[in-house]
């Protein structure tokens, strides 16, 4: 059974940094775009970040120039490094790929607390 398996969320205080990981796993031939979202208590969940096979990365506006999304094609595993971290960035944070020529797929979610 294919999963996705996000890590590294956490506590931290404002102005520190944290990177999550989400790696593929189980039968996985192929993974397309992939990305972070995150969802605050109450709101929408929002776009964090997206990366191409080949390495074409957006942004949501709010961590343009903070957070850096990365892959790694060999290890099935996108990574996200997020600096200069505000209170405002606390959500649970969820990583979303297409698998497999397939629909994209959500993790399970890891939290990210932001203290100020």
């Known amino acids: 059974q294919v999963q996705l398996v996000e890590s590294g969320g956490g506590l931290v205080q404002a102005g520190g940094s944290l990177r999550l990981s989400c790696a593929a796993s189980g039968n996985v031939f192929n993974i397309g775009g992939m990305g972070w979202y995150r969802q605050a208590p109450g709101k929408q969940r929002e776009l964090v970040a997206r990366?191409?096979?080949?390495?074409?990365?957006n942004y949501g506006d709010s961590v343009k120039g903070r957070f850096t999304i990365s892959r790694d094609n060999a290890k099935k595993t996108v990574y996200l490094q997020m600096n200069s971290l505000k209170p405002e960035d606390t959500a649970v944070y969820y990583c979303?790929?297409?698998?497999?020529?397939?629909?994209?797929?959500w993790g399970q979610g890891t939290q990210v607390t932001v203290s100020s």
């Open positions: 990366i191409t096979y080949g390495g074409d990365t």
């Open positions: 979303n790929a297409a698998i497999n020529y397939q629909l994209p797929r």
